[in-house]
């Protein structure tokens, strides 16, 4: 049996796009099998461990949760596109320098996590850093390094040293 395909179209990283899906895919799939975006990771498939975590209208969503159709005439923004712009700078070199970053696998969507952290919660304390970023599992850091790098980047917004931590 044929799987039934719709046209979407989306805008991803500011880049008005246009394909012909299953209706069934996912959007983590979308963007890398049809735009080989890979940042964004299929960890749980569950929706669970935020390795997929990608941005639509400037919310942050589990990419194998979500349609890749439910995003018609949506804004898109993956983790490629956040850091060609310029706009993960402080939180990425904070990731450099505090050891934050191993495998790799679970950066995307931690990052994404840190950028609305650093958004929506600029007085964060390390508690609700760690309570914030709770929906994303890391096998590798213990996430202290996370914690540290987050909680760094907060300190400078604060005291007016970062940048490219805002968008």
């Known amino acids: 049996m044929k799987d039934i395909t719709h046209t979407l179209c989306v805008h991803v990283n500011h880049e008005r796009v246009e394909r012909e899906v299953p209706v069934r895919m996912h959007l983590v799939d979308f963007l890398r099998e049809e735009l080989d975006l890979t940042g964004s990771h299929l960890g749980c498939e569950h929706g669970v461990c935020g390795a997929c975590q990608v941005e639509v209208n400037g919310e942050v969503v589990r990419g194998c949760l979500t349609l890749a159709i439910a995003t018609q005439g949506q804004q898109v923004h993956t983790i490629e596109g956040l850091s060609e712009s310029g706009e993960l700078k402080a939180l990425q070199d904070a990731f450099l320098t505090h050891n934050a970053f191993q495998c790799g696998y ?58 490219g931590a805002h968008a």
């Open 106 to 163: 679970c950066s995307a969507g931690m990052l994404l996590t840190a950028r609305h952290i650093v958004h929506h919660h600029p007085d964060a304390t390390r508690d609700e850093i760690r309570d914030l970023i709770s929906g994303n599992y890391c096998r590798c850091t213990g996430y202290q390094a996370i914690v540290d790098a987050i909680e760094s980047v907060l300190v400078q917004q604060r005291t007016g040293q970062a940048q």
